[in-house]
Nanobody, 118 residues
């Protein structure tokens, strides 16, 4: 069973940084795509970043390019888990949102709230 556990959200001042984590398990660690999305109240869900395990390619949405970085921890084969990180720098009030991780195509983790104060 695919499981995703997002964490690391919190309150930060504008210009600050946060690092989100997504602990993922229950799938082939040699073949996956995992992404980060966010959704603010009254707004549509927005794709932020994703990474593919086979070719290592990453994607960033225009609104976060140059500020956010996605990375992968060394996988734990014994536990069949991998952790995907989202380092968020130079945060802006408009980055305030609930952040979710997704194991493509349709397994969502619970969200973690990021609040950026001005």
């Amino acid at each position: 069973e695919v499981q995703l556990q997002a964490s690391g959200g919190g309150l930060v001042q504008a210009g600050g940084s946060l690092k989100l984590s997504c602990a993922a398990s229950g799938f082939d660690l040699n073949d996956y795509s995992i992404g980060w999305f966010r959704q603010a109240p009254g707004k549509e869900r927005e794709g932020i970043s994703c990474v593919n395990s086979k070719d290592g390619k990453v994607y960033y949405g225009d609104s976060v390019k140059g500020r956010f970085t996605i990375s992968r921890d060394s996988r734990d084969n014994a536990k069949n888990t991998v952790t995907i990180y989202l380092q968020m720098n130079s945060l802006k009030p408009e980055d305030t949102s609930i952040y979710y991780c997704l194991y493509y195509p349709n397994h969502w983790g619970q969200g973690t709230l990021v609040t950026v104060s001005s």
